[in-house]
T-cell receptor
């Protein structure tokens, strides 16, 4: 099973770009990388998903190097409302539910004014 | 509005008293699942369902039951709750599987005394 390692916590300031790196050394060939955001007392919310290189959407970018052993979630110009826990998950091609998907402890991101 | 709803949001009960937590989604999703979230342990999957009348165990199924008689509903049943089932529970759905973008409900905080 592909486990992930993320920093337990990070601090940043409003307006800064924040990069959260996730390590997944034993990622399998078919595994995708997915990031979720969770606010206190709410369910996780999907942010972005990718397989290789770079993926960008309206809220974040995901950078995946060629060896795919790590990935970086980039949040541009963060605000106080980005304070949350961010989870990196590896596994489960979107169309196949037979793969395991492991949720780690996540990274608690605190944005300061 | 596309959403996953859970009821109740908060529940305090006593050991051994059967309870049901309801989950409903309005997105016509095939896949639904239940997770529990405990401090320091991340989210762990309890049961999932690929479609109506198709359910399967997740990582921590002991002490729980589920049913999927209709596509939109996926209730979680605790036949004889115990204090170690005190947790925050989330229902989630996705169109294709657990690797696909999952939509989470607001959570049910259960306390078993």
């Amino acid at each position: 099973l592909a486990k992930t390692t993320q920093p337990i916590s990070m601090d940043s300031y409003e307006g800064q770009e924040v990069n959260i790196t996730c390590s997944h050394n034993n990622i399998a060939t078919n595994d995708y990388i997915t990031w979720y955001q969770q606010f206190p007392s709410q369910g996780p919310r999907f942010i972005i998903q990718g397989y290789k290189t770079k993926v960008t959407n309206e809220v974040a970018s995901l950078f995946i190097p060629a060896d795919r052993k790590s990935s970086t979630l980039s949040l541009p110009r963060v605000s106080l409302s980005d304070t949350a826990v961010y989870y990196c998950l590896v596994g489960a091609p979107p169309m196949d539910s037979n793969y395991q998907l492991i949720w780690g402890a996540g990274t608690k991101l605190i944005i300061k004014p | 509005e596309a959403q996953v709803t859970q009821n109740p949001r908060y529940l305090i009960t006593v050991t051994g008293k059967k309870l049901t937590v309801t989950c409903s989604q309005n997105m016509n999703h095939e896949y639904m699942s239940w997770y529990r979230q405990d401090p320091g342990l991340g989210l762990r999957q309890i049961y999932y369902s690929m479609n109506v009348e198709v359910t399967d165990k997740g990582d921590v199924p002991e002490g729980y039951k589920v049913s999927r008689k209709e596509k939109r509903n996926f209730p979680l049943i605790l036949e004889s709750p115990s204090p170690n089932q005190t947790s925050l529970y989330f229902c989630a759905s996705s169109s294709r599987g657990r690797g696909d973008e999952q939509y989470f409900g607001p959570g049910t905080r259960l306390t078993v005394t």
